[in-house]
């Protein structure tokens, strides 16, 4: 166990991955789907944005119209092997997450004992998958993975040598090419080779590389390519709003990571507000032994970034969840010293109260529901099963809440709802070519759907109702112009 101690760290997460291994994507979840698309398309030979999912830009929030292409590559073998099936890429996830835990674990544990490093993953693994993190296939989990391992490769007592500088090369360009928003080790890198003067001149090499190939990224990709760029960059007064708004949102982040250990709502709210005693010295403690490292600066510069996001979703905080679990056995710790316990009855108690939290929260997740999914329903898979019988009588086009699974689902190109006045609606209709329209209260996108609902009173003319079941009605576009080329 001196090599593999690490691995202490994972039952809690295996065990709610196992007892949610059948579930389907949540109702939300479609980034997955374009992964896929774009890793169906790597194995076909079609040029990588042919995906099937036709971007509005007045609903760029549904997804970009490409997807970094680091997740689709590593996704691609998986796909030429076995097809578009969602078991083996939920494999690979949760292989990611199991290597983030063990990350996580051999970091914590060389500013810490390893006894509070296995505890803290262990209780970041229990928070990931209670929230399902392993439902779909999304790129969250291997970059957050391939994070760690950068910090792991950067924080060792050791000098950089050329080796290690370029093991950090490669895999910050793996970092950034699975999520846009691994950029953030570029400044976070930066601040660290101003805080760390032993290795500042290799880290500033680094920092150049990630630079430079950035740079020669937007030449070549073009600044509209970028995933939420023009998203991003705003007025001050925008970003301040941003800001304003990051803590009432974030809130549900926060608490996921500190675990829910009991059934109870009421107790559970009771808890998130004791257990602050324990995090806020918990975080001066972690400031305190991992100030001016690699964690500590990219943890900062992750956070500053999400503070000013234009998009928001509690999987993106996923790569700072572990400090909060260390949080509060450090903050247990510093208690201790404070009331003066002796040193034995604490190395005995801490661990034991740490260890029956990670359990009763693993049990009270064991009992959560799943989330309601998509391909699960039965109005939608009707609505899928219409969809791939009127494919076969001739080329379609739709317009959907969840167009990227419905593309992967029924090879049907797709685009999502969106809010504009009825005759812009129309034309944007028209410029994609669309030629049904598929509406339903689906609880969330109330903005979106209303907006389309409303076109279709202002102009009944232009649809024509002609499939419809308890929850969604599918209406004809009978004003569509041409459908584009290539369609």
């Known amino acids: 166990m001196r090599r593999f101690w690490p691995l202490m760290a994972l039952p809690p997460f295996l065990v709610l991955a196992a ?51 680091g997740w689709p590559l590593l996704l691609a073998p998986v796909v030429a092997i076995f097809g578009l099936g969602l078991a083996m890429p939920k494999v690979l996830v949760t292989l990611a997450a199991c290597v983030l835990l063990c990350a996580v674990a051999v970091r914590l544990a060389r500013s810490d004992s390893r006894s509070t490093a296995v505890l803290s993953a262990a209780a ?52 950034i090419s699975i999520r846009v928003v691994g950029v953030v080790i570029v400044p976070a890198f930066a601040l660290l080779a101003v805080l760390r003067q032993r290795d500042r001149a290799r880290l500033a090499v680094v920092v150049a590389f990630w630079t430079l190939l950035g740079v020669a990224v937007l030449l070549v990709m073009g600044v509209d390519r970028v995933p939420f760029l023009s998203q991003v960059i705003r007025a001050p007064e925008v970003l301040l709003k941003r800001i304003t708004v990051f803590v009432p949102r974030s809130r549900y982040s926060l608490f996921e990571a500190l675990l829910y250990p009991v059934p109870w709502n009421a107790l559970n709210d009771i808890y998130h507000v004791a257990v602050m005693a324990l995090v806020l010295p918990g975080l001066f403690e972690f400031n305190r032994r991992f100030g001016r490292s690699a964690l500590w600066c990219v943890a900062v510069v992750t956070f500053a970034f999400l503070l000013v996001s234009p998009v928001f979703d509690s999987r993106y905080l996923w790569p700072l969840w572990p400090i909060l679990p260390y949080s509060v056995i450090a903050g247990a710790q510093k208690w201790r010293a404070w009331l003066k316990v002796t040193p034995l009855k604490a190395r005995r108690l801490i661990p034991v109260v740490a260890t029956g939290w990670i359990v009763a929260a693993t049990l009270t997740s064991l009992s959560r529901p799943s989330p309601p999914s998509l391909l699960g329903d039965r109005d939608i898979q009707d ?105």
């Open 19 to 69: 007892a949610h291994w059948s579930d389907l994507p949540a109702l939300v979840a479609g980034d997955y789907a374009q992964y896929l698309l774009h890793a169906k398309a790597i194995v076909e030979g079609r040029p990588y944005g042919d995906i099937g999912y036709l971007f509005t830009p007045y609903n760029a929030m549904t997804g970009p119209p490409l997807q970094p292409p």
């Open 124 to 175: 970041c693994g229990v928070a990931l998958e209670s929230s399902f993190a392993t439902n779909s296939a999304l790129s969250d989990l291997p970059f957050a993975a391939v994070l760690w391992m950068i910090i792991v490769a950067a924080d060792t007592d050791t000098p950089l040598s050329w080796q290690r500088v370029l093991l950090l090369g490669l895999l910050g360009l793996l970092a």
């Open 383 to 487: 609505i899928l099963q219409w969809a791939r019988r009127e494919a076969l009588s001739g080329p379609l086009r739709v317009s959907f809440f969840s167009p990227r699974v419905l593309t992967l689902e029924t090879g049907i190109p797709a685009m999502p709802w969106f809010a504009a006045p009825p005759p812009a609606t129309i034309r944007e209709l028209q410029r994609a070519g669309i030629t049904h329209v598929i509406l339903g209260e689906v609880g969330f996108l109330t903005g979106p759907l209303a907006a389309m609902e409303e076109t279709v009173r202002s102009r009944p003319d232009a649809f024509l109702r002609v499939h419809s079941n308890p929850r969604f009605e599918v209406l004809r576009f009978t004003a569509m112009s041409a459908m584009p080329a290539g369609s």
